[in-house]
T-cell receptor
């Protein structure tokens, strides 16, 4: 199993450009998450999808949009990139329900630089 | 808002020593806690978890202790090896107001450096 796959691994954008970060998981998880990680800081939640067909804002949603394309795929879009969005972006997934708690499974990240 | 935090940003140990990484949490309603290990250039990887109805859980060379009285979580690594060098994060399931979903919320992390 590949687990959680993120593409691209690296990306450089100019201010104002747009791009979509792709994420796919093959573990049949129902919940998917997008985090960003900045130097010396923990992971901050951008958006999440508790189940297919739903999305919700996390701690730092401004400047981002998401799409839960199907159960496997959850994309993150930057419509107009800003230097403040320079970061490492992690996608994660897990099985979650009212009686189920489980840890997150992470991809290896997309390293984004906005100049 | 309530948050998860760590006491020590960097911990240096000698190979073979035992390591203890601490984490303070302030959300008394949190009922599930997880430790992750992040190696350079990779995503966080699950190490061990514990639910609030337990105060200790052991894995292979790792033990997590939960003290609900003082809202403290610790990760103990026995016989630390150079391969254990990484950043360690604790996370808690923090309830989110709208929708009722539980959101994994992370602390800043502790960098563990193991000297051969």
């Amino acid at each position: 199993n590949a687990g959680v796959t993120q593409t691209p691994k690296f990306q450089v954008l100019k201010t104002g450009q747009s791009m979509t970060l792709q994420c796919a998981q093959d573990m049949n998880h129902n919940s998917m998450y997008w985090y960003r990680q900045d130097p010396g800081m923990g992971l901050r939640l951008i958006y999440y999808s508790a189940s297919e067909g739903t999305t919700d804002k996390g701690e730092v949603p401004n400047g981002y949009n998401v799409s839960r394309l199907n159960k496997r795929e959850f994309s993150l879009r930057l419509e107009s990139a800003a230097p403040s969005q320079t970061s490492v972006y992690f996608c994660a997934s897990r099985t979650f329900g009212s009686l189920i708690e489980s840890p997150l499974h992470f991809g290896n990240g997309t390293r984004l630089t906005v100049t | 808002g309530e948050s998860v935090g760590l006491h020590l940003p960097t911990l240096s140990v000698q190979e073979g020593d035992n390591s203890i990484i601490n984490c303070a949490y302030s959300n008394s309603a949190s009922d599930y806690f997880i430790w992750y290990k992040q190696e350079s250039g990779k995503g966080p990887q699950f190490i061990i978890d514990i639910r609030s109805n337990m105060d200790k859980r052991q894995g292979q060379r790792v033990t997590v202790l939960l003290n609900k009285t003082v809202k403290h979580l610790s990760l103990q690594i026995a016989a630390t090896q150079p391969g254990d060098s990484a950043v360690y994060f604790c996370a808690e399931n923090m309830s989110k107001g709208s929708g009722g979903s539980y959101i994994p919320t992370f602390g800043r992390g502790t960098s563990l450096i193991v000297h051969p």
